[in-house]
């Protein structure tokens, strides 16, 4: 029979298996799906260096009559060192807060996306947890930004919500010292603060997603000044902590 203290040792263990899996994890399919064209560019770009080298291997074998033993593993050494270089290179880029303030809205979801799955591992659980929530709300979100042009004063609303307010809030909370993220101040702990913040720009991105859908995009410049004050004042407390 397990003691209660071996099967407290197995319930922390499986939320710390659970809660790594949960930071490994895509939080949404636009970055996937990001991930999965930059792969695909450079697989394409893969064949055709191979097919260029084989190419130019039968060119030679032509003119010389063969190219023998060694130009055969020549071949086959400049077939292996072209499909391990592009395949491997380059990176993809990883957004940054700067570059996500001038990302196209056609890409905005799925980059933001992949920006808040790098910040992850700097992050308290909850706020871990709440990220798969927004990640499904960027998913919904993306398709409406199709219907808007860039210079549309609701697609300015839209990427100050999700390209500046929300990297500010994260952000804010990762200058905090780790001393002081569960100490209160004001009522509440940086961590229960950047969950709260987190929660309310949840909520936000599913109304846009909706007022957008609607055509009442009047409502959403007014929610957009509300979040610029409401966030101003926020990042101001933060830097008082």
Same mark, same amino acid.
């Given at each position: 029979? +397990? /003691?209660?203290?071996?099967?407290?040792?197995?319930?922390?263990?499986?939320?710390?298996? /659970? !809660?790594?899996?949960?930071?490994?994890?895509?939080?949404?399919? @636009? /970055?996937?799906?990001?991930?999965?064209?930059?792969?695909?560019?450079?697989? /394409?770009?893969?064949?055709?260096?191979?097919?260029?080298?084989?190419?130019?291997?039968?060119?030679?074998?032509?003119?010389?009559?063969?190219?023998? &033993?060694?130009?055969?593993?020549?071949?086959?050494?400049?077939?292996? %060192?072209?499909? &391990?270089?592009?395949?491997?290179?380059? =990176?993809?880029?990883?957004?940054?807060?700067?570059?996500? @303030?001038?990302? #196209?809205?056609?890409?905005? %979801?799925?980059?933001? =996306?992949i920006w808040l799955e790098a910040q992850r591992p700097a992050l308290p659980p909850? %706020?871990?947890?709440?990220?798969?929530?927004?990640?499904?709300?960027?998913d919904q979100l993306a398709p409406q930004l199709q219907t808007l042009d860039d210079? #549309?004063?609701?697609?300015? $609303?839209?990427? @100050? !919500?999700?390209?500046?307010?929300?990297? $500010?809030?994260?952000?804010?909370?990762?200058?905090?010292?780790?001393?002081?993220?569960?100490?209160?101040?004001?009522?509440?702990?940086? %961590?229960?603060?950047?969950? #709260?913040?987190?929660?309310?720009?949840?909520? =936000?991105?599913?109304?846009?997603?909706?007022?957008?859908?609607?055509g009442e995009l009047d409502k959403l410049a007014v929610r957009g000044r509300y979040? $610029?004050?409401?966030?101003? +004042?926020? #990042?101001?407390?933060?830097?008082?902590?």
């Amino acid at each position: 029979m +397990n /003691s209660p203290a071996s099967n407290s040792d197995d319930t922390l263990t499986a939320a710390a298996r /659970s !809660l790594r899996n949960v930071r490994m994890m895509p939080i949404g399919t @636009k /970055s996937q799906a990001l991930r999965r064209a930059h792969f695909w560019g450079k697989l /394409s770009k893969a064949v055709i260096a191979v097919g260029v080298v084989l190419i130019g291997a039968g060119i030679v074998g032509g003119i010389i009559g063969g190219i023998g &033993f060694w130009g055969v593993m020549i071949t086959a050494l400049l077939v292996a %060192a072209a499909a &391990f270089v592009l395949m491997r290179y380059p =990176e993809m880029p990883l957004p940054t807060t700067e570059s996500l @303030k001038l990302t #196209d809205l056609g890409t905005l %979801a799925g980059k933001t =996306e992949i920006w808040l799955e790098a910040q992850r591992p700097a992050l308290p659980p909850p %706020a871990v947890t709440l990220m798969q929530d927004i990640g499904i709300r960027l998913d919904q979100l993306a398709p409406q930004l199709q219907t808007l042009d860039d210079n #549309d004063p609701a697609a300015r $609303e839209v990427r @100050k !919500l999700v390209g500046e307010h929300l990297p $500010e809030l994260i952000n804010g909370y990762k200058r905090i010292p780790d001393s002081l993220k569960h100490k209160e101040h004001a009522g509440k702990t940086p %961590a229960q603060q950047l969950v #709260d913040g987190l929660k309310t720009i949840d909520r =936000e991105i599913e109304t846009m997603t909706g007022q957008i859908s609607r055509g009442e995009l009047d409502k959403l410049a007014v929610r957009g000044r509300y979040l $610029e004050m409401r966030y101003d +004042n926020a #990042d101001a407390d933060g830097q008082g902590q």
